[in-house]
């Protein structure tokens, strides 16, 4: 049997507080709202109780955020796509940020499973006063339990609607992709971790970001494997590539931590889903 799942989340300040508004259909909720950095920031927790997509099922999300409204928005563990004898397993996510809001979207890796027929899809789109701090980890396999991705397939669209499109299928059996050194070069978690502006930023706003991560990246163990970039100028990029999934995880959120203080003058609050 497969399950159809869909998820929406609406942030709005009431009363000097952002709160979160969410209904939901099928096995997909949001925990509590907490705040741990105070009423500015609401933070929650998204739950797929059944752990994982197989061939057919399909997890929709919407959220969206107004006003000064201000989310952070996480999950507990990976979202696993697991093998598929022909159906895809899909996950989209839609984000649409008005007025001034914010929004930060760190949920944890998605892991494809060898024969997995996947697809994961965002799309963010943004008014001109609001901002945007996202990441995307991806595993292939389980390397470090000998469980190797070599078959099957990973169809990732990451889209910020007249700003910027990424869209690539990633086949296990593509060996010069995978393997070769133009492509993932045997590694086998990518990594991207996103700031989008609804409006162009200044140039020193921009280069401090970006020196900010370097800086990082410099003094990191994946130094020769990322880097950071601004393809417009609404946005900045980091990218990397790591052998598993936590010095990739590790590198995104110092890079976060740092980006969340410069453009957001806010000193980072790591969810303590994290660390249980």
Same mark, same amino acid.
């Given at each position: 049997?497969?399950?159809?799942?869909?998820?929406?989340?609406?942030?709005?300040?009431?009363?000097?507080?952002?709160?979160?508004?969410?209904?939901?259909?099928?096995?997909?909720?949001?925990?509590?709202?907490?705040?741990?950095?105070?009423?500015?920031?609401?933070?929650?927790?998204?739950?797929?109780?059944?752990?994982?997509?197989?061939?057919?099922?399909?997890?929709?999300?919407?959220?969206?955020?107004?006003?000064?409204?201000?989310?952070?928005?996480?999950?507990?563990?990976?979202?696993?796509?697991?093998?598929?004898?022909?159906?895809?397993?899909?996950?989209?996510?839609?984000?649409?940020?008005?007025?001034?809001? @914010? +929004?930060?979207?760190? %949920? #944890?890796?998605?892991?494809?499973?060898?024969?997995?027929?996947?697809?994961?899809?965002? &799309?963010? /789109?943004?008014?001109?006063?609001?901002?945007?701090?996202?990441?995307?980890?991806?595993?292939?396999?389980?390397?470090?339990?000998?469980?190797?991705?070599?078959?099957?397939?990973?169809?990732?669209?990451?889209?910020?609607?007249?700003?910027?499109?990424?869209?690539?299928?990633?086949?296990?059996?593509?060996? @010069? +992709?995978?393997?070769? %050194? #133009?492509?993932?070069?045997?590694?086998?978690?990518?990594?991207?971790?996103?700031?989008? &502006?609804? /409006?162009?930023?200044?140039?020193?706003?921009?280069?401090?970001?970006?020196?900010?991560?370097?800086?990082?990246?410099?003094?990191?163990?994946?130094?020769?494997?990322?880097?950071?970039?601004?393809?417009?100028?609404?946005?900045?990029?980091?990218?990397?590539?790591?052998?598993?999934?936590?010095?990739?995880?590790? +590198?995104?959120?110092?890079?976060?931590?740092?980006?969340?203080?410069?453009?957001?003058?806010?000193?980072?609050?790591?969810?303590?889903?994290?660390?249980?």
């Amino acid at each position: 049997m497969s399950w159809h799942a869909q998820l929406g989340m609406d942030y709005q300040v009431e009363a000097a507080r952002t709160v979160a508004r969410h209904r939901h259909t099928g096995p997909l909720r949001v925990l509590q709202s907490l705040y741990p950095e105070g009423d500015a920031v609401c933070h929650n927790v998204l739950v797929h109780p059944p752990g994982g997509l197989v061939g057919g099922d399909t997890l929709d999300i919407s959220v969206t955020a107004s006003g000064a409204a201000h989310g952070l928005v996480t999950t507990p563990g990976a979202t696993r796509f697991y093998r598929s004898r022909g159906e895809p397993a899909v996950q989209r996510t839609r984000i649409t940020l008005q007025d001034k809001a @914010r +929004l930060e979207w760190l %949920p #944890l890796e998605a892991i494809a499973y060898n024969a997995c027929q996947a697809e994961n899809h965002l &799309s963010v /789109s943004l008014g001109p006063e609001a901002e945007f701090i996202g990441w995307d980890l991806t595993a292939f396999g389980l390397p470090g339990a000998d469980l190797p991705f070599s078959e099957g397939h990973f169809l990732q669209h990451i889209e910020v609607p007249g700003v910027w499109l990424e869209r690539g299928l990633l086949q296990a059996h593509d060996s @010069r +992709l995978m393997d070769g %050194p #133009l492509g993932l070069a045997g590694q086998r978690c990518m990594a991207s971790l996103f700031f989008v &502006s609804g /409006s162009k930023m200044t140039r020193e706003r921009r280069e401090a970001g970006l020196e900010l991560a370097r800086q990082v990246i410099a003094s990191h163990p994946l130094q020769h494997t990322a880097g950071v970039t601004c393809p417009n100028e609404q946005m900045m990029v980091l990218r990397v590539l790591a052998p598993l999934v936590e010095p990739a995880a590790d +590198l995104l959120r110092q890079v976060w931590q740092a980006w969340r203080q410069h453009f957001w003058q806010l000193s980072a609050s790591v969810p303590r889903i994290w660390s249980t």
